[in-house]
């Protein structure tokens, strides 16, 4: 089992910051990749980015240039740095962790990010 605690959701005005911190326990020796997905009001879930064991990572279109994924292994925590802030970007975040032997995906609850224009 993997535990997954999200913080630093939040209210910001359009073209401010926020942090997103992920804290994983559990067993963390088993997380392949770990991720930010995130679900608007009457959408689909989407990804918005990954971050592998090695340190590759991937973005959504919509995020590049904006969003920042990284990782501190020795803290077991991803963090997803937010900037430029779009009101589009208000969503329920999801930080996503996925194992190997065996193979499984956990979530976290989510956190809430709210950007008025």
């Known amino acids: 089992q993997v535990r997954l605690v999200e913080s630093g959701g939040g209210l910001v005005q359009a073209g401010g910051s926020l942090r997103l911190s992920c804290a994983a326990s559990g067993r963390i020796f088993s997380i392949k990749t770990l991720g930010w997905y995130r679900r608007a009001p009457g959408k689909q879930r989407e990804l918005v980015a990954v971050?592998?064991?090695?340190?590759?990572?991937n973005y959504a279109d919509f995020v590049k240039g904006r969003f920042t994924i990284s990782r501190d292994n020795a803290q077991n925590t991803v963090y997803l740095q937010m900037n430029s802030l779009k009101p589009e970007d208000t969503a329920v975040y999801y930080c996503n962790a996925v194992t190997i032997a065996p193979m499984d995906s956990y979530w976290g609850q989510g956190t809430q990010v709210t950007v008025s224009s």
């Open positions: 971050i592998t064991s090695g340190g590759n990572t």
